[in-house]
C-alpha cells in the first residue's frame, strides 16, 4: 500500500468509526478505534478504578468504630462493593491491551491521578455519612450518563456498580438523617462532616469545561456523555433539598436559585486547593499510597500462588493431550 493509501485508509476507518459512535453503537475490545480513543479510555477507566480502590481506605478506616453491629456489617459490606467496582473497571480496561501490572505501577508511581476526594481524611462518624451521602451521591451522578458511555465493557460495568452506589447513597444519607435529628451535639457533628466535605465533592467533577484538557475528544467520542460543569450543576441542584430536609446549614453562602436559569448559581470553588491535592500534597495522598504499596507487596504470594496454580494446570493438559 502506498502511503497516499494508507492515509487514505486511515480515514475511512476513522469515519467509520466516527459514525458507529454517532449511531450509538457500542465499540467492543476488538473492534477498530483510534489509537487516541484507546489512550483516552485507559486514562480514564484505570483512574476511575483507582479512585474505587483507594477510596476503601479512608472508609475502612471506620469499620472497626462504627457504633454498632449493624453499621459495621453495613459498611463492611460498602467497602467491598469498593473493591468490586475496582476489579470491573481493571478488568474493562484491561480489555484495551494494557496489563493489571502496569496500571497499578502508574498508580504508585504516581503518573495516575485516582479521585482528589480520596485525599481528605475521615475525622468522625458524621465524615462516613458525608461521604456515602455526597461522594457517592456525586459518582452517581458521574455515573448515570457513563452508562451510556461508547465503549461496552465501561458502560456495561457502569449499569451494575450504579445499582450498588445507589444502595451507598442511602447508607450515607441514612447516617446524617440519624445524626441531624439525634442530640445537639450529633447535629453538630453532622453539620461538620457536611461543611468538610462538600466542596470537595463539587471538585469531584473536575475543572471547568473551559479548563478541561479531554473533555472535547471525551464527548465527540462519547466516552463523556456530559460536560463537568453540567453534571456539577445537576449535583448541586438534587443536594440543597437534602440539606434542607437534615434541617442544616448549606455550606455555600453564596448559593441563590437563579430563576432565569432554572438553576442555583453557586460560589467559586478553591481551584488551588483542588490542584495542589491532584498534584500529590493533599492531607493523606502520601498515606494512601504508601498503604496500598504495602497492601500490595503483602498480596504477592496470592498473586504467585495463582500463576504456579495456572501453570500446573497447563501442564497437566498438556500431560493429557500427549
Ligand atoms: N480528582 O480534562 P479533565 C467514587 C484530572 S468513583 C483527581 O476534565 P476528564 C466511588 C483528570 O484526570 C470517583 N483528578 O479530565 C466511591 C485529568 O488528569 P490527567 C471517580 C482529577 O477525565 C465512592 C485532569 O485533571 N469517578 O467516588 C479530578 O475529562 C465512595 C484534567 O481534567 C470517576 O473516575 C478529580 N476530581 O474528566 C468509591 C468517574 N478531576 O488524566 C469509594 C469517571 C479531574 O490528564 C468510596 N471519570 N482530574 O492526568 C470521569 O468522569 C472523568 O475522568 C472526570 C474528569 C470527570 C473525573
Known amino acids: 500500500m502506498t502511503a497516499t493509501d494508507q492515509s487514505k485508509h486511515a ?20 473492534d477498530w478505534m483510534p489509537p487516541g480513543y484507546r489512550k483516552n479510555l485507559i486514562r480514564q477507566i484505570s483512574q476511575h478504578a483507582h479512585s474505587e480502590v483507594i477510596g476503601m481506605q479512608p472508609e475502612g478506616n471506620w469499620i472497626t468504630r462504627a457504633p454498632s453491629l449493624r453499621r459495621k456489617a453495613v459498611l463492611l459490606a460498602k467497602v467491598q462493593d469498593e473493591a468490586g467496582h475496582g476489579l470491573y473497571l481493571y478488568s474493562a480496561t484491561e480489555s484495551l491491551g494494557i496489563s493489571r501490572a502496569e496500571l497499578i505501577a502508574a498508580l504508585q508511581d504516581g503518573s495516575a491521578k485516582y479521585a482528589s476526594i480520596f485525599n481528605y481524611p475521615t475525622q468522625t462518624w458524621g465524615d462516613i455519612g458525608a461521604i456515602g451521602w455526597l461522594v457517592d451521591g456525586a459518582a452517581i451522578c458521574n455515573q448515570v450518563s457513563l452508562q451510556r458511555t461508547s465503549y461496552g465493557p465501561y458502560a456495561r460495568g457502569m449499569i451494575r456498580i450504579c445499582k450498588e452506589e445507589s444502595f451507598h447513597q442511602r447508607q450515607g444519607y441514612q447516617i446524617m438523617i440519624e ?24 471538585m469531584m467533577f473536575g475543572p471547568h469545561d ?8 471525551s464527548m465527540k467520542w462519547r466516552i463523556k456523555r456530559e460536560t463537568n460543569d453540567d453534571l456539577r450543576q445537576k449535583f448541586i441542584d438534587q443536594t440543597v433539598p437534602q440539606i434542607e430536609y437534615l434541617g442544616l446549614e448549606h455550606p455555600d453562602k453564596e448559593l441563590k436559585w437563579n430563576e432565569s436559569r432554572g438553576h442555583y448559581d453557586s460560589g467559586e470553588i478553591d481551584w488551588e486547593e483542588f490542584q495542589n491535592v491532584i498534584n500529590g500534597n493533599g492531607h493523606c495522598n502520601r498515606q494512601r499510597i504508601q498503604h496500598h504499596v504495602k497492601a500490595h507487596e503483602e498480596g504477592a504470594w496470592v498473586r504467585d500462588a495463582q500463576i504456579a496454580y495456572n501453570e500446573k494446570q497447563k501442564a497437566r493438559q498438556t500431560d493429557a493431550a500427549a
Do not use: C
Request: hydrophobic content about 30%; proline content about 6%.
Open 11 to 30: 480515514t475511512e476507518l476513522e469515519e467509520n468509526f466516527q459514525s458507529r459512535v454517532d449511531a450509538e453503537q457500542k465499540i467492543e475490545p476488538k
Open 179 to 202: 445524626l441531624a435529628k439525634g442530640s445537639p451535639a450529633q447535629k453538630q457533628m453532622a453539620q461538620d462532616s457536611l461543611n468538610r466535605f462538600y466542596w470537595p465533592s463539587l
Open 210 to 217: 473551559s479548563e478541561s484538557a479531554h473533555s472535547a475528544k
